[in-house]
């Protein structure tokens, strides 16, 4: 990329390498903008017979053109691609849905000199019209040979996030408690509420029992005929494990255990575990406040239907203190 001078009559689509003030400080136009024939008429109007424009070289791609072209390689799913001032492309959800993301990728994406690609969290809830992601291209323009690089790399890997759409979620709720099934629910069902409106969403299907292994397991079964996308078990008791009454009661069913004990507070005795492509999930104490806690973490993916591994909340003790 180089500077130059240009008449500024003959300045139509080009691209300015510096702002240019009127003589009380007041910015008129800002560097990179791509001078259109307004632009031409009212910078005459301001007697400036000359302007200084960056031309791209051979091998060079355009601010604009290089971020539309990562941008459009960075995401898949519900989300479009918009261009915005100064070399930036943004991602914005269009319609309700979790963002999963690669961070592996996306930090080797970031450690190039190319662009920067910023995003939401891992197992962000977006909003219709959110901005999911950013893409920013250094100033002007990029060596194609660099942009192919990291194109070919994403072509490889496969996109740096995914938004997932939270299509008619479905969640069912078992309220449980040694003595009896209501107390649970007189205690919980307030903040339960409260937690699933955040993400949109009502509890689809609800059942109290008392916390029995037999009891448990029959009501897990009931709500598994509706196929909700997931099954919360608020519990009075704690600790939650595999060997307790929640975690019998999911043997008992034929349930699989993918976790217990996440690196979040609160939330540390999370016990998560699948039936079939259900996911249940078991957090004692989560349900009394509605505070953000563990279970705020994992209901977004949950509720897109997505298939949270053991590992994956392994991974979320990096800003996992939440309180």
């Known amino acids: 990329m180089r500077a130059l001078a240009v008449e500024t009559k003959e300045s139509t689509g080009k691209v300015l390498c510096c702002a240019i003030f009127r003589p009380g400080g007041r910015k008129l136009l800002s560097r990179g903008h791509v001078l259109s024939d307004e632009d031409v008429r009212l910078l005459e109007g301001e007697g400036l017979a000359e302007v200084w424009v960056t031309a791209l070289e051979d091998g060079e791609v355009g601010e604009d053109e290089a971020v539309l072209e990562l941008a459009g390689r960075i995401g898949c799913g519900s989300l479009e691609v918009r261009l915005a001032a100064g070399g930036r492309a943004n991602l914005l959800a269009t319609e309700d849905a979790c963002v999963l993301v690669d961070e592996a990728l996306l930090r080797q994406i970031n450690a190039g000199t190319t662009a920067v690609v910023a995003t939401v969290g891992n197992f962000s809830h977006a909003s219709l019209g959110q901005r999911i992601a950013t893409v920013k291209s250094v100033p002007f323009a990029v060596p194609r040979r660099e942009l192919e690089l990291v194109l070919a790399r994403l072509r490889e890997r496969g996109p740096v996030l995914q938004s997932r ?29 409260q937690r699933l409106e955040r993400f949109g969403v009502r509890a689809s299907f609800a059942l109290a029992v008392t916390e029995e292994e037999h009891g448990v397991a029959r009501g897990l079964e009931y709500l598994l005929r509706s196929r909700p996308s997931t099954i919360l078990v608020a519990s009075t008791t704690a600790p939650a494990g595999p060997d307790d009454v929640v975690g019998r009661a999911l043997a008992r069913i034929g349930g699989s255990l993918e976790r217990y004990m996440a690196p979040v507070e609160p939330g540390n005795l999370l016990l998560l575990a699948y039936k079939g492509e259900t996911p249940i999930l078991s957090a004692p104490g989560c349900f009394r406040s509605a505070k953000t806690n563990v279970v705020d973490l994992l209901l977004p993916p949950l509720l897109a239907r997505y298939r949270v591994s053991g590992c994956e909340v392994a991974a979320l003790g990096m800003g996992g203190l939440l309180g």
């Open 165 to 193: 759409p939270l299509r008619n979620p479905a969640v069912g709720v078992l309220y449980s408690d040694p003595i009896t099934g209501e107390r649970a629910k007189q205690l919980f069902e307030s903040v339960m509420r």
